[in-house]
């Protein structure tokens, strides 16, 4: 009997595979995976870094298309059994409040939050310097921009998917305008989703080594008896550039600035041809989760190398208990993040 829940919906159809035999590591990986391949879409050369959601009695999602000319857009996809993907041809067309055509110039590393009835769409784009790009849609038919959250340079944001004491929750890595040599999360709040403030250091990087050069949120948080599971992303520095893990940490339920626990030892790292090799090689980069109250079962979907979506899956039983077994988590990461 799992004793770590999971606060959600049932989702039975959840993909799954189990543990396979012999293996101790606490995330194992679909044994099909590359779920999603080269050159999935005419005019995208690979689709990797991509969110979805449980719609209807199947999958939504939004991907993340490198197009042949180089340059991200996010596209729509759909999916009976969250395995077996089919994209709309053109990018998502996003419009302003009064239904007119706008379109970030590139949007890469989207994100895909419910919250009610409705749900939001983060990414990165530009303006006038990488900065975090936000819309809304209940229908996925209308995609209507909102304000973007925050002033360059900043990645990553990740929505909570509820309310925390009345406020939406957004994390976000501030960042430069390249290929960021540091980065920390942070944590701000809202009222309306367009003014955000009371920005608090959630988590930085670590002397692990792993993740000493930067941390990045992954997929919205999990909530769980035992707090908010963040699935992210951290990275180390080599010879022969960044490699690329994913990591867990347990966030305070109510204050999700302050980190219960953090584990010290990646969830998964680059180790199959598809994480190894592709476009950026070493990549293993978090964006979404399914998962399934009833049985305690998580779904993780990441891009691999830039270049292909994998999943991987555990259960909240064992990831819970393998962060808190390796946790790390320091005086300051406990502390609300305020200075
Ligand atoms: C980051 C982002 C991600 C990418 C990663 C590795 O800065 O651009 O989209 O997966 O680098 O290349």
Aim: aromatic fraction near 14%; charge should be negative.
């Amino acid at each position: 009997m799992s004793t770590v829940k999971i606060i959600g919906g049932s989702r039975p159809n959840l993909p799954w595979q189990d543990r396979p035999a012999g293996c101790e590591a606490p995330v194992w990986r679909y044994t099909e995976n590359p779920v999603i391949r080269r050159n999935p879409i005419p005019g995208v050369a690979r689709v990797f870094n991509s969110a979805v959601v449980p719609y209807g009695e199947g999958y939504i999602g939004v991907f993340r298309g490198e197009q042949t000319d180089g340059i991200p857009h996010i596209y729509l996809g759909r999916s009976g059994d969250g395995i077996r993907w089919e994209f709309d041809r053109e990018m998502i067309p996003f419009v302003d409040e009064n239904g007119e055509p706008f379109m970030p110039s590139y949007a890469y590393d989207p994100r895909l939050v419910k919250i009610k009835d409705t749900y939001y769409v983060i990414w990165c784009q530009d303006a006038y310097g990488a900065a975090l790009g936000m819309a809304k849609t209940t229908d996925f038919k209308t995609f209507t921009r909102l304000e973007n959250p925050f002033l360059p340079f900043n990645r990553n944001g990740v929505l909570f998917p509820r309310k925390i004491g009345g406020k939406y929750m957004l994390l976000s890595r501030p960042s430069d305008s390249g290929h960021t040599p540091f980065g920390d999360i942070y944590l701000s709040e809202s009222p309306d989703l367009t003014y955000w403030g009371r920005h608090r250091h959630v988590m930085g990087r670590a002397s692990q080594w792993w993740e000493n050069v930067k941390v990045g949120g992954g997929a919205a948080p999990i909530e769980t008896s035992e707090g908010w599971l963040l699935i992210y992303h951290g990275v180390t520095g080599t010879c022969n550039g960044f490699v690329y893990s994913i990591g867990g940490a347990i966030l305070d339920r109510d204050e999700p600035s302050r980190v219960l626990y953090r584990s010290g030892d990646f969830l998964l790292t680059p180790e199959e041809w598809y994480e190894e090799r592709g476009f950026v090689p070493n990549v293993c980069f978090p964006c979404a989760t399914l998962q399934d109250a009833d049985t305690g079962r998580i779904a993780i979907y990441y891009g691999a190398a830039d270049t292909y979506v994998g999943l991987a899956f555990t259960d909240v039983e064992t990831v819970v208990r393998f962060i808190k077994e390796h946790d790390t988590a320091d005086q300051s990461d406990r502390e609300p993040g305020r200075r």
